[in-house]
């Protein structure tokens, strides 16, 4: 039950019923050009009550650009950005409870100070400071009530599995092999246990950079459904973008070394960068929150993923097509060419850096994947299925673009690749 005493909808006809009544409010809201500003606040009152996956759709399309129309664009923007700050929160009886059962005693001696207001909430869990015996103070993530048994009822609803493949790129016509992973993935964000393993494993890829700081676990006081770490107070997207350039400049670069550094060095992907999971500091460095949505790279998509970044640096274009046909499995046609043109489009800060990444830039990138989506049904059936794992690639690229965008600050990403691999030893790929 959320604190204003509103149970969260657990079955499949009460959450399949609120989003129909997004659907339509929105959309009837979009084609008049009337009420935008009642429509948004619906949706971001409606998604965030739900929780689950269907506040996740809300949380993407407010920090997405190109998701939503352009002339509703504000509007929605700021509606739903108090969604993916601030989800409706659980009481406090009840994240008690599960505290307590989880960590096996009573909350006052697990922790000497307890504040039972939370200071964040998201769609899977809301997050408490508290403080342990030796004076560390501490952020306490605690699933919500229930909130599996959303997740589940959401599964199980093929319209909102199918709107998130929309969200997150191409399908093929068979599409379940995309809907298992779908469902892998959002089933391991229950997992703390796992969230937990994935931060350690995060914070030791990047031990080396002053400038990333990722929280330390504290895991005497964590389980499947709490997680608990070291508090870090920082700033938010809006203040970083509201600095000088230089450090707009500063932060960009940053970001793409955490990002860069995961995916060619580390072999994985935080697939979850929306912009409530950064921490900006004055002295340029970042804190990055949130490890749940994790994907490893395997091989040879990884050789091949390399591959294009070194290309793009080099502005090699045939390397770079080479590289890419061989990642994607195409064979001609449509779907190659539109799919060739897609991956260009993205590897632009690239082969064009120094580069300013905009939002025109990312919304460009966003409609681009629409044309890739209208070659499955091109005469030459030429289309051919996202390897396994491509498709969160697609939110990640899509998120933490338009994160970048936000900053709206020129920087030198080939420089910044080109550093990060070398001060990894792997000068092969500069």
Request: net charge neutral; with cysteine.
């Amino acid at each position: 039950m959320s604190a204003d005493g509103k149970k969260v909808p657990l079955g499949r006809l009460a959450r399949l019923t609120g989003l129909a009544r997004v659907g339509l409010r929105t959309g009837a809201s979009m084609m008049l050009s009337r009420d935008s500003q009642g429509a948004a606040e619906e949706a971001a009152r409606i998604l965030g009550n739900m929780r689950g996956l269907a506040a996740k759709v809300g949380q993407m399309a407010s920090y997405v650009d190109g998701i939503i129309p352009e002339a509703q664009r504000d509007t929605y923007e700021k509606a739903l950005r108090g969604l993916r700050a601030a989800a409706p929160k659980s009481s406090s009886a009840a994240v008690r409870a599960v505290v307590e059962t989880e960590l096996g005693g009573p909350i006052d001696r697990l922790f000497v100070e307890w504040d039972a207001e939370p200071f964040a909430s998201a769609s899977i869990g809301q997050v408490h400071r508290a403080r342990l015996e030796n004076g560390r103070e501490v952020a306490v993530k605690v699933q919500h009530p229930g909130i599996d048994h959303a997740i589940e009822s959401d599964l199980e609803n093929a319209s909102v599995v199918e709107g998130l493949v929309s969200a997150f790129g191409p399908r093929a016509l068979d599409s379940k092999r995309f809907l298992d992973e779908i469902a892998a993935r959002f089933r391991e964000e229950l997992d703390y246990t796992r969230e937990a393993q994935q931060q350690r494993q995060f914070t030791q890829i990047h031990a080396s950079d002053p400038t990333i700081h990722i929280p330390e676990v504290i895991a005497e006081r964590s389980s499947r459904r709490v997680l608990t770490s070291e508090l870090v107070r920082g700033e938010t997207i809006e203040w970083a973008a509201a600095q000088p350039e230089l450090l707009r400049t500063q932060f960009a670069e940053v970001l793409w070394r955490f990002v860069f550094r995961g995916n060619l060095v580390g072999g994985v992907f935080n697939a979850d960068p929306h912009p409530g999971n950064y921490l900006f500091h004055p002295d340029g460095s970042i804190t990055f929150l949130d490890f749940g949505c994790v994907q490893p790279i395997p091989e040879p998509r990884h050789s091949h993923a390399r591959a294009m970044h070194r290309a793009a640096r080099r502005h090699d274009e045939a390397d770079f097509k080479r590289h890419t046909i061989a990642l994607l499995g195409s064979h001609g046609g449509d779907y190659e060419r539109v799919a060739l043109e897609h991956s260009r489009h993205s590897f632009e800060p690239l082969f064009g850096s120094p580069f300013l990444i905009t939002r025109p830039f990312v919304a460009h990138m966003v409609q681009s994947v629409m044309a890739v989506k209208e070659s499955l049904f091109s005469k030459d059936k030429s289309f051919v299925p996202l390897p396994e794992g491509m498709l969160f690639m697609n939110r990640l690229h899509f998120g933490f673009y338009s994160v970048l965008a936000s900053l709206n600050a020129p920087a030198d990403y080939a420089r910044v690749e080109e550093e990060l691999c070398r001060a990894s030893g792997l000068a092969a790929l500069v």
